[in-house]
Every structure is written in C-alpha cells, then in structure tokens.
C-alpha cells in the first residue's frame, strides 16, 4: 500500500512538472462535481489518496491534445492513422485508447457515426467557445477498471493542430469503411484506389456525405463553385428568364408545340419549343458533379502521409 501511494504521488509531481492542471475527481467518477471546475486551480493536496485525476486539456494544460477512441475499430487502426507520440495510456477493456499531443491551436471536436449514432473519435482540447475539456488520467479508477500508461516515459509528441485535426477526422473515416465496407481498406488507407468517402457513399449516401464533410470536400451530389462559374452569361440571364415567367403548353396541329405565356409582356414565338429558348434551371444547379476523389487517396494527402510518417 505505502508504494503504491509513493507511485501516485510520484506520477501526480511528475504532472504538475509538466505544467499539467489536474483537477480532482471522485473515486469511481468520471466528471468533477466541483462547480467552476475549469476556471479553479488545484494543487496536489486536493486530491485525496483515492480520487480519480482529471487533466484540463488545452491551453490550460500547456497545448495539450486528447485524442479519444471510443469504438473499437478505431482502437484498431489508430497506429496506421495517427501520427506516433509518446503519451498512450488506456484500460485493459479498451488499451491505448487516449494518445496525447501537444498541438497550440488545437480546438474540441468529435466524430460519430451517422447511422449508429455512437461516438467513434473525440479530440479533446480547447472549446470552440472557450470552453474546457477533460480527461481522466492514470492512476484513476473507471468501471472498476485502471487506467495505465503504455510504456514507462510520458512524452506527447508536438504536432500541428491541423494535422492532427485531418488524422482524426482520417481515423474516423477509416472506421466507417472497417465498419460498413471492410477491414480491408480501412487497413491500406495508402494503397492506390481505395477512396474511402466514394466506398462510403456506395454504401450508404449518409455515410459518404458525413465523411466529406469531415474532410472538407463536397458529397458527389453537390455542384461546385466550379460548375456555376462556368455558366456563360446568356445560361443565368435565360434561366432567371425561365424562372420568372410561368408557361403553359398549346397544342397546334402539325406546327408541334407552342408556348403560350400567362404574362402579358412574355409571349413567346409560335413554333418554337420552350427547350429552344430556355434550359431547365434543375440542368444547370442541381447536376451532379463528376466524382475527382478527394477522399484518403488524393495526391496531396499521400505527400503529407509520407512526409509525416
């Protein structure tokens, strides 16, 4: 008993050396029932002998970044998709489920499944609001289970926010596919073809939607700004045209189809069918775009894969 709490205190002083802010929780707890948690400061002695440990993420807590795993697939592939660091711990239901980064700017986010609705990866950090965030940390005691650190040194490795961002909302996709389409892709995100939002969208178009907004590029059914730039300027004027004015259809024997207008100031020629003079606005804003990837196979995410490995 007397060295365990030597360890403990041991790892609690090795915390406070990295600038870390501890917050003291309740044995078994996983949240703080002190109010104000995140703006108080709590030394060593506020945590008893059998308190869990609480760590403010973020700025509070010298820049650092959790990056949380809450489903196994995502336990499972974190070492293809994360970049490696030196701060992993977990519990023996889900080992190395919380890898820790030093990454300044780095904002809370999470990512769930679409369908199943459960959470599969959180980055905890700073709030979006100014908000905080927290973890439990070893020695702490959950669900009757201890959390452990992998290894016997604790070094979180630095990292830009916005690849560490990218690899999470990356992990989370490769979760989808081990989920929904197979283990497969999900385990050679790198290998030529494997585009994991177009897998995605095959599968379940909620699924593909959800993982391109992840990744920051458009579904397969959205136009870009591309396509309506490239709209000449007789293709907006004859489609505002079409849009403002209601047509009926007159029937004309041998002469084809004519289009009468309701509007006094529209006639339209006899003779002449309304796809002559107008095009559909449905042809021009709602057409699908062509799909050019986009997903974990695209050129410059492959250059930023082997340069960060």
């Given at each position: 008993m007397a060295e365990n709490d030597q360890q403990r205190k041991d790892m609690l002083a090795l915390y406070v050396a990295k600038g870390w802010a501890l917050v003291p929780v309740m044995a078994g707890a996983k949240r703080c029932s002190f109010r104000d948690w995140p703006n108080r400061q709590f030394g060593t002695e506020a945590l008893g002998s059998d308190d869990n440990v609480g760590l403010k993420t973020g700025s509070r807590?010298?820049?650092?970044?959790?990056?949380?795993?809450?489903?196994?697939e995502a336990i499972?592939?974190?070492?293809?998709?994360?970049?490696?660091t030196g701060a992993i711990f977990g519990r023996p239901s889900k080992p190395r489920s919380h890898w820790l980064y030093v990454a300044v700017g780095a904002s809370f986010v999470s990512f769930a499944d679409p369908i199943a609705g459960d959470?599969?990866?959180?980055?905890?950090?700073?709030?979006?609001?100014?908000?905080?965030?927290?973890?439990?940390?070893?020695?702490?005691?959950?669900?009757?289970?201890a959390r452990q650190w992998c290894g016997d040194a604790i070094g979180p490795a630095p990292i830009d926010h916005r690849i560490l961002r990218r690899r999470c909302a990356l992990l989370a996709t490769g979760a989808l596919v081990y989920r929904y389409v197979g283990t497969t892709p999900a385990?050679?995100?790198?290998?030529?073809?494997?585009?994991?939002p177009r897998l995605l969208w095959e599968c379940d178009h909620e699924l593909g939607r959800r993982a391109c907004g992840w990744l920051g590029k458009p579904a397969p059914d959205e136009p870009t700004r591309r396509q309506r730039a490239e709209r000449s300027p007789i293709d907006v004027e004859?489609?505002?045209?079409?849009?403002?004015?209601?047509?009926?259809?007159?029937?004309t024997d041998g002469?084809?189809?004519a289009w009468r207008s309701t509007s006094p100031q529209?006639?339209?020629?006899?003779?002449?069918?309304?796809s002559t003079i107008f095009r559909p606005r449905a042809q021009n804003t709602t057409r699908a775009r062509p799909w050019r990837g986009g997903g974990i196979?695209?050129?410059?995410?492959?250059a930023d894969w082997a340069k960060e490995r």
């Open positions: 807590s010298r820049h650092i970044a959790d990056v949380d795993l809450d489903c196994p499972e592939l974190a070492s293809i998709y994360l970049p490696e959470m599969l990866v959180e980055l905890r950090a700073d709030g979006l609001t100014g908000g905080c965030h927290m973890t439990i940390i070893p020695p702490s005691v959950t669900d009757g289970e385990r050679t995100p790198w290998k030529p073809g494997w585009d994991h004859l489609d505002e045209l079409a849009a403002a004015i209601t047509t009926t259809t007159i029937s002469t084809g189809s529209a006639a339209v020629k006899p003779g002449l069918s309304r196979t695209d050129a410059r995410f492959r």
